[in-house]
Each structure stands twice: as structure tokens, then as C-alpha cells.
């Protein structure tokens, strides 16, 4: 059974980087034609997409987010992280890691973790 | 980049009711578009792809249909389960995945 599980602080403050991890189970980042996604949902709000890496090694992020977010993977842990620079108040929301086949949607998602920016 | 507008964004209705909901996207996406239901404190859930091929385990009340930039989700028979937030996603390329903004499904 597939789990994803997002970990990283859960209080960031004004200006500074925010860094989450993903940590895969029951499943490798590393096999098979998927791609390993993150997004956010602000409170009250809707979905966002932020980055995406994939089995190719092709990385993809959102235009609104590519000066300042960053994806990478290590599949030796199992694992794949999102890093945003300079985060403000707007930041603040719940962060999902999750995968997707291909040239699919995503069909599988992390529970997500809330990160809040503030001071 | 692909805009996608979602209408509307609140639709009151009751059981039994027939639900549409469309989305449209601000260029070209052929067949490349999704559908999400998500209930307050949960993940979304995929319920179709590529316009109209349904999820595995999503009941035959929903339908997807359109193409181009034209897309509408259909709940024939709506269900008290039903009750939710539903997303339109395109996924046309990656330079920009987006979603529309979400309806919410309330009880009339």
C-alpha cells in the first residue's frame, strides 16, 4: 500500500526558506513511470500546483513559483523535498506531496502538513 | 498559460438532483482535463480523467464530458455522499497544471 508522508517545520517566519520532505512507502520514487508532485491549499482556498519531478529526471515547477521553489530527490531514502525561498504570509497553507503516472493526474496523495508563516 | 474557469462556484440542490458543473479552459486542452471531489479535512479525490474515463471505484452517477475547452462534470442522481468541493484540473502540459476554483455542493 502506497503511503506518503510530508514532514518539515510547521511554523516558518517572513523571509525565510521553507523546507518539506516526502517520504515514500510501499512504492520507490525510483521505479516505474511516475512523477512526484507537490501542492498546496491555502485555508479556505483552492488547489495549487507547485513542482513536479519526475522518473525522467525532468523537473517542472508553476510560473508563479519557479523564481523561488525549488524540487529535488533522493531516491537512496526514498524520498523527495520541496524547498521555497523568501516566504511570506501568502505561503501559508497545506502542503501535499503526491504522484502521478505518466501523462496522468494525480491519483495518490500525502495527508499534507499546515505550514504557517509567521513571525 | 492555460487559465481554467470554474462555474459555479456554489450550487445549492438537493438529492435526487441532477448537477453540472463546467469548466473552461483559455486554450486548446483536447482531452486533458480532471476531476476532483474533496470533503472538508481530506485529500481531493480523482473521480474522472481525460474528460470521461471514470475513476476505478467512482460511481456511474458522475460523467465527464467536453473537449477542447469546454468541460463538464454531471452527477445524475446527486447522493447524500455528494455533498462536497469539486475541481476542475487541467493537466494539458506542465508548464501549466491548474485548477479551477472550486464548487461547492451544498444542500438546498
Known amino acids: 500500500q502506497l503511503q506518503l508522508q510530508e514532514s518539515g517545520p510547521g511554523l516558518v517566519k517572513p523571509s525565510e526558506t521553507l523546507s518539506l520532505t516526502c517520504t515514500v512507502s510501499?512504492?520507490?520514487?525510483?521505479?516505474?513511470?511516475?512523477?512526484w508532485d507537490w501542492m498546496r491549499q491555502a485555508p479556505g482556498k483552492g488547489l495549487e500546483w507547485i513542482g513536479t519531478i519526475c522518473y525522467t529526471g525532468n523537473i517542472f515547477y508553476n510560473p508563479s513559483l519557479r523564481s523561488r521553489a525549488t524540487v529535488s530527490e533522493d531516491t537512496s531514502r526514498n524520498q523527495f523535498s520541496l524547498k521555497l525561498t523568501s516566504v511570506t504570509a501568502a505561503d501559508t497553507a497545506v502542503y501535499h506531496c503526491?504522484?502521478?503516472?505518466?501523462?496522468?493526474?494525480?491519483?495518490?496523495w500525502g495527508q499534507g502538513t499546515l505550514v504557517t508563516v509567521s513571525s | 498559460d492555460i487559465q481554467v474557469t470554474q462555474s459555479p462556484s456554489t450550487l445549492s440542490a438537493s438529492v435526487g438532483d441532477r448537477v453540472t458543473i463546467t469548466c473552461r479552459a483559455s486554450r486548446n486542452i483536447d482531452l486533458w482535463m480532471a476531476w476532483y471531489q474533496q470533503k472538508p479535512g481530506k485529500v481531493p479525490n480523482l473521480l474522472i480523467y481525460k474528460s470521461s474515463i471514470l475513476e476505478s471505484g467512482v460511481p456511474s452517477r458522475f460523467s465527464g464530458t467536453g473537449s477542447g475547452t469546454e468541460f463538464t462534470l454531471t452527477i445524475s442522481s446527486l447522493q447524500p455522499d455528494d455533498f462536497a468541493t469539486y475541481y476542475c484540473h487541467q493537466y494539458n502540459s506542465y508548464s501549466t497544471w491548474t485548477f479551477g476554483q472550486g464548487t461547492k455542493v451544498e444542500v438546498k
Open positions: 503526491a504522484r502521478h503516472p505518466g501523462s496522468s493526474p494525480i491519483d495518490f
Open positions: 510501499g512504492g520507490s520514487t525510483s521505479s516505474g513511470s511516475y512523477c
